[in-house]
């Protein structure tokens, strides 16, 4: 199967299953990290955003949080 055009790929995505639409969520996720996942993962791994993560733990277990 060759797609020659971005129509032809979006096409061929629209006729997907849920189950092969999940599969393709799964490869994307492994072969093409959004830049976003990736400095959000170094910054995690560096400990830069660890306060904000205490303030916002500390914040609801003192009651000041409300669910979505």
Known sequence: ???NTVQEIERAIGALTPRELEELYSWLDQHCPQPI?????ADLDAGRI?????????????GNTHPL
């Open 50 to 62: 660890d306060d904000r993560i205490n303030r916002a733990l500390a914040d609801h277990k003192a």
């Open 1 to 3: 199967m060759s797609f």
């Open 37 to 41: 996942d990736a400095q959000l993962k």
